[in-house]
């Protein structure tokens, strides 16, 4: 599912104008990245936790020729489901 068909579901679920949904979901977005940015979460209750990891720098390998390279530090957007969407995908 992509985020035009999010809001297409959102709008049929919620009776929203479309035009209202799709704000929403970008209104979402615009959320999360903006929390995410500044190191902060999000949590959904029965969703799960939108969170930053921290990943050390570390040495890799070029595949193509084999050769050693530094891999700097970096931040990453994680997530975490919640057990109810857990136990939903698991047909439980």
């Avoid at 068909?5 to 479309?18: G, I």
């Avoid at 209104?27 to 990943?55: C, M, P, Q, Y």
């Avoid at 530090?73 to 997530?79: C, D, E, M, V």
């Amino acid at each position: 599912m992509n985020k035009t068909e999010l809001a297409q579901n959102l709008a049929e679920k919620t009776d929203l104008p479309a035009g209202q949904a799709k704000a929403a979901v970008d209104a979402l977005a615009d959320i999360l990245t903006e929390t995410l940015s500044r190191g902060g979460e999000v949590a959904i209750a029965g969703l799960g936790k939108f969170s930053v990891s921290d990943r050390a720098a570390r040495q890799g390998v070029n595949p193509a020729t084999g050769a050693k390279i530094e891999i700097a530090a970096s931040k990453a957007p994680k997530f975490t489901a919640a057990k109810a969407l857990k136990d939903a995908v698991n047909g439980k």
